[in-house]
């Protein structure tokens, strides 16, 4: 899943993946990611756009506890602006494609 605010950035990056061959979802703030999460829908990663509004930040405070988010300082962060490959490998890295 990605998560990002800016709806050009969210095509971009869906577009990116889906060229690839990587199923994604879209999310335009993270009270709607969080609701797919809460249906149940298996995500392998979720790729999330920092900062986001200060409302939406708290929202994830809230997450299942045994939800796996990637989170600043541990190495897990692809910094913008990325180039479609950068992308791609990053995702495939993290999903074990790679």
């Known amino acids: 899943m990605v998560v990002d ?17 990587i199923d994604v979802v879209t999310a335009d703030n993270s ?5 797919l999460m809460d249906a149940d829908v298996p995500f392998d990663l979720i790729l999330v756009d920092t900062p986001m509004p200060a409302s939406d930040k708290t929202a ?3 997450m299942k506890p ?10 897990n962060f692809l910094q913008k602006p990325f180039t479609k ?7 495939k890295e993290k999903i074990g494609e790679r």
């Open 66 to 75: 045994d939800s796996r988010l990637n989170v600043e300082g541990t190495g």
């Open 85 to 91: 490959d950068q992308l791609v490998d990053f995702v």
């Open 60 to 62: 994830f405070f809230s």
């Open 31 to 35: 009270r709607q990611a969080l609701e």
């Open 5 to 21: 605010d800016e709806a050009e950035v969210l095509e971009k990056v869906k577009s990116y993946l889906q060229h690839d061959e």
